[in-house]
Nanobody, 120 residues
Framework: QVQLVESGGGLVQPGGSLRLSCAASGSIFSITAMGWYRRAPGEERELVAAITSGGSTNYADSVKGRFTISRDNAKNTVYLQMNSLKPEDTAVYYC??????????????WGQGTQVTVSS
């Protein structure tokens, strides 16, 4: 089993910055990709950014140029640096990771979510 623990959410004013972290632990053999999703009130969950083990990244158009995803493979940790935050970035942010366990079965795990609120 693979667990994800997120941290770094909170309340920030428009134009401010936050950094989210997500650490994976458990029976991990390899992690293919890690990413961040978000769900705003009344909306569907959407992909914010993702990064592969090789460092390839993918961003939602709405966050390009403002958010940066990075990864520490040795620590099985992914980060999301969020700059120039807007009220429409307010959401619960979820970490996701998928890969293989030590028993060579696939996993697709989610964190518990962390609230990000952008408001003056």
């Amino acid at each position: 089993q693979v667990q994800l623990v997120e941290s770094g959410g909170g309340l920030v004013q428009p134009g401010g910055s936050l950094r989210l972290s997500c650490a994976a632990s458990g029976s991990i053999f390899s992690i293919t990709a890690m990413g961040w999703y978000r769900r705003a009130p009344g909306e569907e969950r959407e992909l914010v950014a993702a990064i592969t083990s090789g460092g390839s990244t993918n961003y939602a158009d709405s966050v390009k140029g403002r958010f940066t995803i990075s990864r520490d493979n040795a620590k099985n940790t992914v980060y999301l640096q969020m700059n120039s935050l807007k009220p429409e970035d307010t959401a619960v942010y979820y970490c996701n990771a998928h890969g293989a366990t030590m028993t060579m079965t696939g996993f697709d795990s989610w964190g518990q979510g962390t609230q990000v609120t952008v408001s003056s």
